[in-house]
């Protein structure tokens, strides 16, 4: 019986993170945009005990930004197609109309039935525990999100300052707010004002048309990523954890090495992830064995392999490397991709790891392990 407590909730649980974390790639129609680590609990009678999911690197930009002819998430087009009781609940409708979805000429996958999926992914909550009333909440969240993407900014009355663009803007914030359950007023401040903490206190500043508009992909991006780690959270609580485990098996599951024509920061992160794992492979399967051999006096020819660590180095080392660097700039309000760009090409001139585009301005290669990949920065 505790076999099947944990074992139908932990399948179920496969079409939920596949609906709030895959989506049609060029590549693959149901590519998971998140790595996931999934560790099956055993009692000391081999029997399972419990079980835990984690997940990694969840791909915030395509919330906000999706190439022709990819796909957003798969849970906003299921629920535009959601039943018409459901889409009038969320103020939804044609997925064309939305800025987030509309991005791409691509919004059907073949043999995909996505109003049969949202379906199937309402009776899949139900299995773990996610509660109606939760359901609910968890969709108005998602509508929430297209509604922001809808709004539009122009230029205040004051310098540097925005205000909604017209009528229509105004309508999808109001949405937003309806369906986020929160203050419209203060929702429009946090996305046409920045607040900066002082000593002396906080100083508001407005934003120009274009601060606003990305203040308002960032608040996107960032209620998606706190709404994807709760139905996470939501999940292993269903499930159930054994303290008490005897064994256990762990299966980790992420993207691989990533080489595409526009590479972005969820490249940088992806590759740097596959150079840890790399760099634990070669820690384990040839550095640690080899000293073993050594040591056991064990006749053996010595396999050469490629040490990635100055590459491990050249992105996240402290001081110095690519991300410390990159936060360093984002701590000064005037930074801009090009006075990044020249940082780096400044810093890492000579790194053979490193290396400039003829003609670039801000794009720069860093030679994996896998293989050179061009970045923007």
Same mark, same amino acid.
């Given at each position: ?11 179920? $649980? ?7 974390g ?14 996931? #680590?999934v560790?099956?609990?055993?009692? =000391? ?21 999706v ?8 849970c906003?087009?299921?629920? &535009? ?16 109309? #939305? ?13 995909? *039935? ?10 899949a909550? /139900?299995?773990?525990?996610?509660? +109606? ?10 509508? @929430? ?6 709004? !539009?900014?122009? =230029? ?9 663009? *017209? ?44 601060? @606003?508009?990305?203040?308002? !992909? ?12 709760? %139905? ?6 269903? %499930? ?19 080489? #595409?024509? %526009?590479? $972005?920061f969820?490249?940088? &992160? ?12 070669? +820690?384990?399967?040839? =550095?640690m ?20 660590q ?8 402290k001081?110095?490397? %690519? ?6 700039? &984002? ?5 801009t ?8 090409? +400044? ?15 801000? /794009? ?5 392990? @896998? ?7």
């Amino acid at each position: 019986m505790t076999e099947q407590r944990v074992v139908i909730p932990f399948l179920q $649980s496969n079409p939920v993170l596949e609906a709030f974390g895959n989506a049609k790639t060029v590549k693959n129609n149901n590519s998971s945009r998140f790595g996931k #680590f999934v560790e099956i609990q055993f009692d =000391k009678y081999g029997k399972i005990s419990g079980a835990a999911v984690r997940t990694y690197l969840l791909e915030r930009s395509r919330v906000c930004q999706v190439s022709d002819p990819e796909r957003n998430y798969h849970c906003f087009y299921m629920l &535009c197609a959601a039943p018409p009781e459901d889409v009038k609940k969320f103020k939804l409708g044609d997925p064309r109309t #939305f800025r987030y979805l509309n991005q791409s000429n691509c919004y059907e996958v073949a043999n995909v *039935d996505d109003a049969r999926e949202y379906l199937e992914t309402r009776n899949a909550m /139900d299995i773990v525990g996610i509660n +109606q009333e939760e359901q609910d909440a968890i969709f108005r969240v998602v509508a @929430a999100i297209l509604h922001l993407g809808n709004i !539009d900014f122009t =230029k205040g009355k004051e310098v540097d300052s925005s205000k909604l663009k *017209d009528q229509k803007s105004h309508y999808h914030l109001q949405t937003a707010a309806e369906l986020l359950m929160c203050d419209e007023k203060a929702l429009e401040d946090s996305l046409c004002k920045r607040v900066i903490v002082t000593p002396d206190g906080n100083i508001t500043k407005p934003l120009d048309p274009d601060s @606003a508009a990305l203040s308002r !992909d960032a608040l996107a991006k960032t209620v998606y990523s706190r709404l994807f780690d709760w %139905i996470v959270e939501k999940i292993n609580s269903s %499930i159930g954890q054994d303290p008490n485990a005897s064994s256990l098996i762990g299966v980790l599951d992420i993207y691989g090495f990533e080489s #595409f024509k %526009i590479n $972005s920061f969820e490249q940088l &992160c992806i590759n740097l992830t596959n150079e840890k794992l790399q760099q634990h492979f070669n +820690q384990h399967v040839f =550095k640690m064995e080899q000293e073993e051999y050594t040591r056991e006096e064990i006749n053996w020819s010595y396999v050469e392999f490629v040490d990635n660590q100055d590459v491990l180095d050249l992105i996240e080392k402290k001081p110095g490397g %690519i991300i410390a660097l990159l936060d360093e700039a &984002c701590m000064f309000p005037k930074s801009t991709h090009e006075t990044f760009a020249q940082k780096m090409y +400044q810093t890492y001139k000579g790194h053979k790891r490193f290396s400039k585009p003829k003609l670039a301005q801000t /794009d720069f290669t860093i030679n994996h392990y @896998a293989g050179d990949v061009s970045k923007r920065s």
